[in-house]
């Protein structure tokens, strides 16, 4: 495994803010924003330089009950050839729920959630990783996340849930100090604790963001300053292994160049001074990168003599050296399957509760739950506002109180641009724009980008064809 260094997540706003910053080994851009054929040419230009650019996923959803989606992972491996990246990166998390499995409609979460740390969850964790990682071109690793809700009834601690994943996959890790802190406060988790039962040596690299409290709850923003907590956190762990790279992720409220290479200066500062207190016992004193890619390679080897069936679990079988998810050398796993089903139904009651108002499913703490969803429901505004900016162009300072009010009452189905789009045909057809004026833009916004005629098979289609009868009329 290379070693990346220190690096900052690129985005379109700092992109070239980025590309004039000394110091920067890599950088590491969201998976969905980059088209293979059409790279960006702020991209293009690092690489040229030499500067690894690592792809990394937000939608995969390797925590839900499904098995991965083929078409998103030819997405993440063509990414990942046409940066010629040495990694890709998701997460642990779940994003959408219901569908098949629960004979109810699919529900999206426009965020990542967390999953239950159990033994079903870990199940299907591990075999939809083994699946993806067949899939890919490249080692993948996956990403703690932040919350603000806890499972109920759960037989893990993150850093064990963690290390069985490592070990029973040979996954690598990218850990989010920010999302330990995060933890840490709203779930009273303790971030050395995690970090003594995690198998720091698998560690592909580490993530270093800011975030804010209100009202007892830390919001991971990363829209603000990193705070002492985290690289505190981030020395801790710097003096358990030395990470084979480190990254900066800011997402919006951009502060001005200087101000973020300060930030990477203590990121630097941080590592260096929590080397200095590392001390390998004889045994242990290897690189950890190569310490990674032994264990790697011993949890592929064990992999090898599995029987391992076409969802990713198994058996150990003396006979079977078929590698995971290959093919039709694979079969059927009726024990993961029910675990599938059971962690289907929880999620699905989950992400009802958060996005369609439906009852707080049992065990789970209210109040958090109302928190989270009003968090899922901004997001959701802030996302269509970035997809589709003329609507809150148009609507001005009612946006978002609008969007969110309208969030509350309709889940998300599809994605963030399908969700512009049933916006501005729920608006529209409520009578809801007083201002005609308003309603006239709304309606060109919204016969633009509808196309000539809707996808038939989206289950808004007849409604969006009587709205453009409607509006066709005014």
Known sequence: ??????????????????????????????????????????????????????????????????????????????????????????????????????????????????????????????????????????????????ALISWPGEEMTEGQFLYDLADRTGVRLLIDVANLHTNHVNRGEDPAKALDELPVEAIAYVHVAGGFERDGVWHDSHAHAVPPAVLAILADLSSRVRPPGVLLERDENFP????????????????????????????????????????????????????????GSGTAGPDSGDRPGSGEALKASPSTDLSRQRLALAQAALLSALVAGTPVPEGFDGTRLSVQARALAGKRADVVAKVAPELPEILAGAYRKTFVAYAHGHPMTGGYRRDALDFAEHLLLGGRLDDPDVRRRVSDWWLERSGPAPLSQHPAARLARATRRVLLRR
Do not use: Y
Request: with cysteine.
């Open 1 to 146: 495994m290379k070693h990346l260094g220190t690096g900052i997540g690129w985005r379109p706003e700092i992109a070239a803010a980025v590309e004039s910053m000394p110091g920067i080994d890599w950088v590491e851009a969201v998976a969905e924003n980059v088209c293979p054929g059409h790279l960006p040419e702020s991209l293009v230009r690092l690489r040229e330089r030499g500067v690894t650019v690592v792809p990394h996923g937000v939608s995969l959803g390797l925590g839900g009950a499904d098995r991965p989606d083929e078409g998103k992972l030819a997405d993440l491996a063509a990414a990942a050839e046409a940066l010629g990246s040495p990694l890709v990166t998701e997460h642990i998390a779940f994003v959408r729920a219901g569908g098949a499995l629960t004979a109810s409609p699919r529900l999206e979460a426009g965020h990542l959630l967390p999953v239950p740390r159990t033994r079903d969850a870990l199940d299907v964790l591990c075999a939809n990783i083994r699946i993806a990682q067949d899939a890919l071109p490249v080692p993948l690793a996956v990403e703690n996340i932040a």
């Open 256 to 311: 001005a160049p200087g101000e973020l290479e300060r930030e990477l200066t203590a990121i630097r500062e941080t590592v260096a001074k929590g080397a200095l207190s590392v001390v390998p016992k004889a045994s242990e004193a290897r690189e950890p990168t190569k310490v990674a890619d032994e264990a790697a390679a011993e949890s592929a080897a064990e992999r090898a003599s599995i029987d391992v069936t076409s969802d």
